[in-house]
DNA sequence: GCGACAG
DNA sequence: ATCTTGTCGC
């Protein structure tokens, strides 16, 4: 890693000086072969944690590359500064995957942010992979709750900008938050959470990786002193 | 000033 | 994120 920053400031000013790499403009690859979900899981000191990407093949939804790895929160929990907690330790788990995904989907928002540029957007600029995020809960914007069916969605809005859509992927069930990450339409970026998400609420993708850095976690892959 | 606030 | 029982619904 770079220029870790060690205060809300620095942090802002990294967000600001990266967030006019973000591409909005590609639509993204056609036919997303490969697909990589990360997500983090926190040991009990909530300090140590566990990163994991697993890359699904995207028309069978099975798991054809994974990787873990560990490491400690880099920054305090701050909304909007979220990504700076997990993103050391997320980057050296896609250091240790051997393939190169289509789309990185994370759990977290994209351009649905403050300042337009959440972890998705930081990790897409970083790896120069597109990227999407899908949120559990809104971070900003205002939105009108989607039909009840699976598929339905509503604008995210926040101020006088779209950033995002909130999509149904199940009938009746809360809804995502999707938002562009880097290098991908809002289109596309929804239409392929639907892909991912054919029978749960969340994306197969944050599904097994989140999966899988609990049960590093559990296995003990984080031990004293990390 | 008060509340809201990804994971 | 994580701490946690029962409960509603298919």
Redesign the pocket.
């Given at each position: 890693m770079i220029s870790a920053p060690r205060t809300i400031a620095e942090a802002e000013a990294v967000?600001d000086r990266l967030r006019p790499l973000v591409d909005l403009v590609g639509p993204g690859p056609a036919e997303p072969r490969t697909v990589a979900g990360l997500?983090?899981?926190?040991?009990?000191d909530?300090v140590r944690?566990a990163a994991a990407v697993v890359v699904l093949d995207t028309r069978t939804l099975t798991v054809v590359d994974s990787a873990v790895a560990v490491g400690r929160v880099a920054f305090d929990?701050?909304?909007?500064?979220?990504?700076?907690?997990?993103l050391p330790t997320l980057l050296d788990a896609l250091d240790r995957i051997t393939t190169i995904p289509d789309v990185l989907v994370?759990?977290?928002?994209?351009i649905?942010?403050?300042r337009r540029?959440?972890?998705?957007?930081?990790l897409g600029v970083l790896t120069g992979r597109p990227a999407i995020?899908?949120?559990?809960?809104?971070?900003?914007g205002s939105w009108e709750p989607p039909a009840r069916q699976r598929g339905a969605w509503t604008p995210l809005i926040d101020g006088t900008e779209t950033v995002g859509r909130v999509v149904r992927t199940r009938d009746g069930v809360k809804p995502?938050?999707v938002s562009v990450g880097h290098g991908m339409a809002l289109d596309n970026a929804c239409s392929l959470v639907l892909t991912l998400s054919p029978q749960y609420r969340l994306p197969e993708t944050t599904r097994q990786a989140?999966r899988l850095?609990?049960a590093a976690?559990v296995a003990g892959v984080v031990t004293d002193r990390g």
């Amino acid at each position: 890693m770079i220029s870790a920053p060690r205060t809300i400031a620095e942090a802002e000013a990294v967000q600001d000086r990266l967030r006019p790499l973000v591409d909005l403009v590609g639509p993204g690859p056609a036919e997303p072969r490969t697909v990589a979900g990360l997500d983090v899981a926190y040991a009990e000191d909530g300090v140590r944690l566990a990163a994991a990407v697993v890359v699904l093949d995207t028309r069978t939804l099975t798991v054809v590359d994974s990787a873990v790895a560990v490491g400690r929160v880099a920054f305090d929990y701050v909304p909007g500064l979220f990504a700076f907690r997990e993103l050391p330790t997320l980057l050296d788990a896609l250091d240790r995957i051997t393939t190169i995904p289509d789309v990185l989907v994370c759990d977290g928002h994209g351009i649905a942010h403050p300042r337009r540029f959440g972890l998705a957007c930081h990790l897409g600029v970083l790896t120069g992979r597109p990227a999407i995020g899908v949120g559990k809960t809104p971070l900003v914007g205002s939105w009108e709750p989607p039909a009840r069916q699976r598929g339905a969605w509503t604008p995210l809005i926040d101020g006088t900008e779209t950033v995002g859509r909130v999509v149904r992927t199940r009938d009746g069930v809360k809804p995502v938050f999707v938002s562009v990450g880097h290098g991908m339409a809002l289109d596309n970026a929804c239409s392929l959470v639907l892909t991912l998400s054919p029978q749960y609420r969340l994306p197969e993708t944050t599904r097994q990786a989140d999966r899988l850095c609990r049960a590093a976690l559990v296995a003990g892959v984080v031990t004293d002193r990390g």
